[in-house]
């Protein structure tokens, strides 16, 4: 039963994740062959929208790798990949103002990703920690370490439940800048926006549905564990 139960959740979360990048990488690759009719490159997008809301300090930065955009609140600065920061295409400004959302919630002290910046220090222990805790509490039948492991990866269950409203935030904040200051016009522009961020979105559904699948297995396992010692 513990072997089906493993095999189970693995295909699933395995389908998930598969399924929620195969989503990404299509709607970008589509929507980057589609052209603003603003003309205006990621880069400038997010430069006029931080200049807009008095970010002026905060630096747009391209970095190398695909999809490797992000905002940097430590520093504070907007990253974009390449493929982003010159690019015009739908794809590109959707991304470029979404990371813009995070810049503008880091300014607001926006709660949930106050909450998700605090949460870091622990979850870099926790996470690191929990796997062995677990692998040891089943492997040697140890009750008090599954235990602890299931408590530690539940922190990290949290990050990802906790990492949606940020997510889905910055994206309906992109969706209404971009349509009021004009930098996408007409319903197939919006239609390309909501695609690509959309599927980006989804991406963190499937973490969150794919650690919380994780954490009820090893629940399952405990209860197992402790029936059978009875």
Sequence with gaps: MINALFGFTFVVGLALTLWAQWRVKGNFNRWSQVAARSGMTGAEVARRILDDNGLHHVPVQVVPGRLSDHYDPTAPAVRLSED????????????????????????????????RHRMV???????????????????FRMTGLLVLGLIFFSTVVLFHLVTLPVEFNASARAKQIMARQGFINGVEEERGVNRVLGSAAFTYVAGALVALM??????VLLFLQNSSDD
């Design 214 to 219: 994780e954490l009820l297995r090893y629940i």
């Design 84 to 115: 982003v920061y010159y690019s015009n295409s739908i794809a590109a400004i959707s991304v470029a103002a979404h990371e813009c959302g995070h810049a503008l919630q880091h300014k607001e002290s926006y709660g949930a990703l106050v909450f």
């Design 121 to 139: 220090p622990v979850l870099n222990f926790t996470s690191g920690a929990a796997p062995f805790l677990l692998f040891a509490g089943v492997a």
